[in-house]
């Protein structure tokens, strides 16, 4: 089998799935735009070959390096990346390439947010309103229908990036002096708590694993507000999100593929309401906290369902498992090495974060677990205590 992985070595955990590729024997072929030579030792040792481009959003380069590998290799199996940045890319060279998984006729459904909600409809879930505006008269016309505040965010976009809450006619007259070209859908605003839906399917489309998180707070608040976050695995999941995740599985019909949908529970009525969907693993750190809740090993399974369609793993949610985050323009009243001597037992991992993604996690973070809930919140609310 002979599996193309875009960008191997970042983000910097995903290695791990270029390592169980290898150890299953499967041809792992790497592309990126790194020297080799700093790409770390483990990944250097799964990759049987790599290509290096001068410049990843230079398709022609892409194409010349999956048709040396080809010509080398033979058929390409697989190409991935695990990163929804490289979600396009990914879809024009299966297209080209003809090789198995989501391409460019289904991309759209995928990447924006305006089909999203149509594929949520489709599978029974609520959303709030939205509509893509295309001027400040059809953003008035709305507005009267759903009243303010409204949250103005890129109709295929990444994250919480250029996402506005909008209060009144001022912020929406400023919102239009700055807006880029592109297209922006604008949503109701929903009070409410995020959760999410995360798992992975094999080769059939059958959902062998799934959790949820949720988050102190909203990540447009993070980014737009400069605030510190932490979010945590359930151990019991409500009956009514995994119902609704499930459906969005179906109609989606998604093949050998993480997944990452995110909902808003209402404050005022307590109704599911679909926000989005991602077809990669959750950001960050979060596959290392899918393998500390469940004391599995999910790039393992990944690799295992890729090479032989099978998951082998049992799990059982036995612990909450938190990520805290820490932004260094902060002052704390509690040092690094007074969090390591109080909690030291409970926490797992900490470690810098990488710049792309510190405007929503952070300069720094810690990854913790416990069986009792009440624990990672004492932890969460010491960690990121302020003076």
Excluded at 149 to 171: M, Y
Excluded at 329 to 342: A, F, M, P, Q, T
Aim: hydrophobic share 40%; glycine share 6%.
């Amino acid at each position: 089998m002979n599996v193309i992985f875009l960008s191997p070595h970042f983000p910097p955990n995903y290695y791990y799935f270029c390592v169980h590729l290898n150890e299953l024997g499967a041809n792992v072929l790497g592309l990126a735009d790194e020297s080799f030579d700093r790409l770390r030792p483990e990944l250097r040792i799964a990759l049987r070959e790599y290509y290096r481009v001068s410049d990843m959003h230079n398709y022609d380069e892409l194409l010349r390096a999956c048709g040396y590998f080809t010509h080398r290799y033979g058929k390409i199996d697989r190409i991935d990346s695990m990163n929804e940045y490289w979600l396009e890319t990914e879809a024009h060279l299966r297209t080209d390439f003809n090789i198995p998984g989501p391409n460019l006729k289904v991309l759209e459904s995928m990447r924006r947010k305006s089909f999203m909600k149509q594929i949520f409809a489709k599978a029974g879930v609520d959303v709030a309103k939205g509509s893509v505006i295309q001027n400040l008269k059809d953003a008035k016309r709305f507005i009267d229908e759903v009243g303010y505040p409204i949250v103005a965010k890129p109709d295929c976009g990444v994250g919480a990036a250029s996402t506005f809450k909008i209060t009144n006619d001022n912020e929406l007259i400023g919102f239009f002096n700055v807006k880029p070209p592109n297209d922006f859908i604008f949503e109701e605003f929903i009070q409410g708590q995020i959760f999410t839906f995360d798992g992975l399917t094999d080769q059939d489309g059958k959902v062998v694993f799934f959790t949820s998180h949720t988050y102190s707070q909203g990540i447009m608040e993070v980014v737009n507000d400069d605030n510190l976050l932490y979010y945590y695995s359930l151990r019991d999941i409500p009956a009514d999100l995994e119902s609704a995740g499930l459906r969005v599985v179906k109609a989606y019909k998604l093949r050998e593929r993480f997944f990452h949908f995110e909902f808003f529970r209402s404050e005022q009525d307590n109704r599911l309401l679909g926000l989005e969907v991602n077809m990669r693993p959750p950001g960050g750190l979060t596959t290392d906290m899918f393998n500390y809740a469940n004391e599995i090993d999910v790039y393992k399974e990944w690799a295992n369902i890729v090479v032989h369609n099978r998951f082998s793993a049992a799990y059982l949610r036995p612990y909450h498992c938190c990520y805290i985050s820490r932004k260094f323009n902060k002052r704390y009243l509690h040092s690094h090495g007074e969090i390591l001597e109080k909690f030291g037992g409970q926490i797992l991992h900490y470690d810098s974060i990488s710049g792309v993604f510190s405007t929503a996690l952070g300069n720094y973070g810690y990854i913790t677990r416990s069986s009792d809930l009440a624990e990672i919140l004492e932890i969460a609310e010491y960690i990121q205590a302020v003076e």
